[in-house]
T-cell receptor
Framework: AQSVTQPDIHITVSEGASLELRCNYSYGATPYLFWYVQSPGQGLQLLLKYFSGDTLVQGIKGFEAEFKRSQSSFNLRKPSVHWSDAAEYFCAVGTYNNNDMRFGAGTRLTVKP | ETGVTQSPTHLIKTRGQQVTLRCSSQSGHNTVSWYQQALGQGPQFIFQYYREEENGRGNFPPRFSGLQFPNYSSELNVNALELDDSALYLC??????????FGSGTQLSVL
């Protein structure tokens, strides 16, 4: 069965510092991988997705993620964090038709001034 | 902001009651998915509707049921509410094989 693990429950970084959020997946076939962001009281917004092709995926708001099949990982990165990036981040693995998308438990990002 | 709207935004019910949550999908979308997000957890897939038919279901009991209407809006019904049903319920609409657009959710509290 497909599943996602986000090892870090909470991460704190200083504004302007680089960021990496970890995600490991378990999936029998070629995974469809996603990163979403959720601000308090809001729904989820898609940052980026990977279906196939180039393993380095660019997303919105300056985020990128790299798919590494050998490590079953899909880590999210940003070179310079802004205070507005403080939110909950979810990694997800799904099917081609968005049916039964599995989310990780999330990583809460705090940004220090 | 997405074009997905959910109502109500907050709801308080007591154990054993029934509840109906509503979702209006974004224009042009014919697929609606429902998720339950417990406090401190990631969303869990409840079910998906495509053109008024259930198109996949997660590990939720039959007391969780749904409907999709000809205008592609949707309802989530939960019977015999339990305390553990307290959660944020998220609706997402999409076109087939396209990204999900999430609403802001309905916060359900069961006392």
């Amino acid at each position: 069965a497909q599943s996602v693990t986000q090892p870090d429950i909470h991460i704190t970084v200083s504004e302007g510092a680089s960021l990496e959020l970890r995600c490991n997946y378990s999936y029998g076939a070629t995974p469809y991988l996603f990163w979403y962001v959720q601000s308090p009281g809001q729904g989820l917004q898609l940052l980026l997705k990977y279906f196939s092709g180039d393993t380095l995926v660019q997303g919105i708001k300056g985020f990128e993620a790299e798919f590494k099949r050998s490590q079953s990982s899909f880590n999210l990165r940003k070179p310079s964090v802004h205070w507005s990036d403080a939110a909950e981040y979810f990694c997800a693995v799904g099917t081609y038709n968005n049916n039964d998308m599995r989310f990780g438990a999330g990583t809460r990002l705090t940004v220090k001034p | 902001e997405t074009g997905v709207t959910q109502s109500p935004t907050h709801l308080i019910k007591t154990r054993g009651q029934q509840v109906t949550l509503r979702c209006s999908s974004q224009s042009g979308h014919n697929t609606v998915s429902w998720y339950q997000q417990a406090l401190g957890q990631g969303p869990q897939f409840i079910f998906q509707y495509y053109r008024e038919e259930e198109n996949g279901r997660g590990n939720f009991p039959p007391r969780f049921s749904g409907l999709q209407f000809p205008n592609y809006s949707s309802e989530l019904n939960v019977n015999a509410l339990e305390l553990d049903d307290s959660a944020l319920y998220l609706c997402a609409s999409s076109s087939p094989y396209e990204k999900l657009f999430f609403g802001s959710g309905t916060q359900l509290s069961v006392l």
